[in-house]
């Protein structure tokens, strides 16, 4: 027998009530069922930093659906091939390989398992407040509490630093480390920007070590913070690159990229069904080539900027800091943000928190410049009203 529908809804872990009802979108635009329009704030979780209903995406999407939808990674399929070429050629020359999966979680799952694999050894230093994803491996480097305690025990090895503090992770890294796994800019965590003297320091503590250095731009990759990729404002190179969220405009992907040095010494096995499927791949290929025309990276660079100099005078006893990079931004309030996301969502702006007290804001990199500013302008008189 089939079941009745809940009245709670059938969605596992998802709030049975409260939620705004999204049927379409467009650009920046998220539209309810009964016509009213939102601005997405959120980039619906990142996933969308080129737009709801990009019509470039939608129309690599239509063509290849009715094509092949998919393909195991036993046989070669020139749109994977022409999607990983593109990928690669916006890296730096080292990275050579790629492991293509279907989410953020899954791109570190890999990342964890080739580094082990390819140094023999166990040990993955990350950090306070990093978020890497809530698969055991991932949610093993994630830092939470919360988020790790019902699942314990999670999966041995992982030990965690201060971000920023060098002597840290100097003390924590040493002949038993397989990798050091580090978000550029700490998302989830609170937007928590790295210090270039920290990325560097990982780089030289992790070499001298003989243990790998990754860098999880789930949420900074594809232009978010102002470059194409947020190491390249460090001038760190990592040995292992995760990529997710926009990388396919919104399609679920996952990348794992290596060195030619760091492949060459995995031994073992890892594989995925859907993923570098034909679909995701040919969304890819649209997105990669949409970012780089449009400029969407200089664009994030510039209208950060501008939201920083618009949030800079927010008053002192309402908020704590304003940091972030590109458009990935952090309003730390003194008091939780929950009210302001409410208010907000009333005014027609749907932003979403890093944490209890940080209003995060990581809008579409196409967000039409009035509506950015409009946006700038309700944050900041809410702030200064609540
Ligand atoms: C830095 C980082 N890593 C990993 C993940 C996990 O990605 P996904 O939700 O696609 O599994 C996220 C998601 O927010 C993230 O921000």
Redesign the pocket.
Known sequence: MIAAPSPKGHEFGAPDTGRVEIVRGEGAYLFDAKGRRYVDLGAT??AGSLGSGNPEIARAIAAQASTLVHLGSGYANPVRSAFLEKLLALLPASFARVFLSN????A?EAGLKIARSATGRTKIVAALRG????TMG?LSATWRRELREPFEPLVPGFVHVPFNDVPALEAAVDESTALVLL?PVQ??GGVHVASPEFLRAARAISQRAGALLAF?E??TGIARTGRLFAFERWGVTPDIL?L??SLAGGVPI?ATVTTEEVAGRFRGSHHSTFGGNPLACAAGSAALDFVVRERLAARADRLGERARNRLGSLPEHKVREVRGLGLLIGIEARTKVVPYLAALQGRGFLAIPAGATVLRLLPPLTIAEPDWDAALDAIAEEIARG
Do not use: I, N
């Open positions: 979780h990142g989410s953020g979680t899954e570190v978020f890497h994803g809530r991932a978000e998302g989830e999880d789930v949420q995760l997710a969220k996952g």
